[in-house]
T-cell receptor
Framework: AQSVTQPDIHITVSEGASLELRCNYSYGATPYLFWYVQSPGQGLQLLLK??????LVQGIKGFEAEFKRSQSSFNLRKPSVHWSDAAEYFCAVGGDTGGFKTIFGAGTRLFVKA | NAGVTQTPKFQVLKTGQSMTLQCAQD?????MSWYRQDPGMGLRLIHYSVGAGITDQGEVPNGYNVSRSTTEDFPLRLLSAAPSQTSVYFC?????????FGPGTRLLVL
């Protein structure tokens, strides 16, 4: 069965520190992988996506993610966190429909300390 | 372009009442979908559509109906609301590899 696991319910980092949010997936075929961000009271915004090719994917707002097939992981990273990055982050996996019938993880809430 | 719009933004219902959540997109996308978001559970797919006249069930379809008579609109109907349907509902539209989400409808069922 398809599933996405985000092991960390919440993470707190200091402003300027590096960030890594973990994501593990289970999918029977070649996965399409996504990271979304949701600010309080807002909808979801796509940060980046991976379909094929280079396993290191660059996204908006300085985020990147690395696809590791052997570990079934798609972790999100940012070298230096800004206070405005405080939000909830969702990892998602979809099939060759290109993102539809997408399965979302439960999310990781990021808190940023001044 | 307005993108994906949802109405209403907030709704309170009594158990047993019916209502329709509206979703519209002006990007000529074939794919549209409805999700519900509950604390600690991420987003769960309710129903989706791959084009006008074509709909299918997602992970949690019970208690919800959909139809897709036009490319632009994809309404979600609650025939008899239950407290378990208290949630935030997101509509999304897109094409291959991309989904654009609406701002959400917050529904409270008493």
């Amino acid at each position: 069965a398809q599933s996405v696991t985000q092991p960390d319910i919440h993470i707190t980092v200091s402003e300027g520190a590096s960030l890594e949010l973990r994501c593990n997936y289970s999918y029977g075929a070649t996965p399409y992988l996504f990271w979304y961000v949701q600010s309080p009271g807002q909808g979801l915004q796509l940060l980046l996506k991976y379909f094929s090719g280079d396993t290191l994917v660059q996204g908006i707002k300085g985020f990147e993610a690395e696809f590791k097939r052997s570990q079934s992981s798609f972790n999100l990273r940012k070298p230096s966190v800004h206070w405005s990055d405080a939000a909830e982050y969702f990892c998602a996996v979809g099939g060759d429909t290109g993102g539809f019938k997408t399965i979302f993880g439960a999310g990781t809430r990021l808190f940023v300390k001044a | 372009n307005a993108g994906v719009t949802q109405t209403p933004k907030f709704q309170v219902l009594k158990t047993g009442q019916s209502m329709t959540l509206q979703c519209a997109q002006d990007m000529n996308h074939e794919y549209m979908s409805w999700y519900r978001q509950d604390p600690g559970m991420g987003l769960r797919l309710i129903h989706y559509s791959v084009g006008a006249g074509i709909t299918d069930q997602g992970e949690v379809p019970n208690g919800y109906n959909v139809s897709r008579s036009t490319t632009e609109d994809f309404p979600l109907r609650l025939l008899s609301a239950a407290p378990s349907q208290t949630s935030v509902y997101f509509c999304a539209s897109g094409g291959p590899g991309t989904q654009y989400f609406g701002p959400g409808t917050r529904l409270l069922v008493l």
